[in-house]
């Protein structure tokens, strides 16, 4: 298991999530995702990311407009967007300036820190099962509606930082169509770290 020291957990700005959905998509595989609960501390490097586009894609929550459920993803940039799924959670961040509703979904993180927590919240479940899909994920980082809206860039409860900058090379990065939508579902905005055993779906789309 690799220990994250407290100086690599410097949450990412704001400005980082001010930008196109596909371009932090892409960028946020690598960086770390942080969780500080009662219970203790998580840490996992995001392997598995999918865009959701404000603009020309149904498969998008904010289609329909700004609803009590989907609020968040309106804005400010760099605030956690958390939906229910057939009685699981599933976490975003949202993206791009106040009121154009992108959002990316964090599919995977593979386990770093408090993977001890993780299994305690998980039950039993096979180490690369652990945080692979979105659900999977929420539950061993403890993640639920309580923090939709939550303010990523404070550095407290729920956080992004920036983790290895080296870690990841461009030719490590794959693209294939989102998981589990039925609208726009061939539209290539699922990124992904080949080869890693954390990432989720179909196995020819981890390669």
């Given at each position: 298991?690799?220990v994250?020291?407290?100086?690599?957990?410097?949450?990412?700005p704001?400005?980082?999530?001010?930008?196109?959905?596909v371009?932090?998509?892409?960028?946020?595989?690598?960086?770390?995702?942080?969780?500080?609960?009662?219970?203790?501390?998580?840490?996992?490097?995001?392997?598995?990311?999918?865009?959701y586009?404000?603009?020309?894609d149904?498969?998008?929550?904010?289609?329909?407009?700004?609803?009590?459920?989907?609020?968040?993803?309106?804005?400010?940039?760099?605030?956690?967007?958390?939906?229910a799924?057939?009685?699981?959670?599933?976490?975003?961040?949202?993206?791009?300036?106040?009121?154009?509703?992108?959002?990316?979904l964090?599919?995977?993180?593979?386990?770093?820190?408090?993977?001890?927590?993780?299994?305690?919240?998980?039950?039993?479940?096979?180490?690369?099962?652990?945080?692979?899909?979105?659900?999977r994920?929420?539950?061993?980082?403890?993640?639920?509606?309580?923090?939709?809206?939550?303010?990523l860039?404070?550095?407290?409860?729920?956080?992004?930082?920036?983790?290895?900058?080296?870690?990841?090379s461009?030719?490590?990065?794959?693209?294939?169509?989102?998981?589990?939508?039925?609208s726009?579902?061939?539209?290539?905005?699922?990124?992904?770290?080949?080869?890693?055993?954390?990432?989720?779906?179909?196995?020819?789309?981890?390669?």
């Open positions: 298991m690799t994250v020291k407290n100086h690599q957990l410097t949450p990412l704001v400005s980082f999530y001010d930008r196109d959905a371009r932090v998509a892409q960028e946020l595989l690598g960086k770390l995702l942080v969780r500080q609960s009662p219970g203790g501390r998580t840490v996992g490097r995001i392997v598995e990311t999918e865009a586009l404000a603009q020309g149904p498969a998008c929550h904010a289609t329909r407009g700004m609803t009590r459920k989907n609020a968040s993803m309106f804005g400010p940039p760099g605030r956690a967007y958390v939906y799924i057939h009685a699981r959670w599933c976490f975003n961040v949202v993206v791009q300036p106040r009121q154009v509703a992108s959002a990316v964090i599919r995977a993180v593979e386990p770093l820190d408090g993977v001890p927590l993780m299994q305690q919240r998980r039950g039993p479940a096979k180490p690369a099962d652990l945080t692979r899909g979105p659900a994920l929420c539950e061993a980082f403890d993640i639920d509606r309580r923090l939709d809206g939550w303010q860039g404070a550095g407290r409860r729920l956080w992004i930082a920036e983790g290895h900058p080296t870690w990841l461009p030719n490590h990065i794959g693209c294939s169509p989102r998981i589990g939508v039925t726009a579902a061939e539209r290539h905005l699922r990124f992904y770290v080949r080869g890693n055993p954390h990432v989720s779906g179909p196995k020819r789309w981890r390669l």
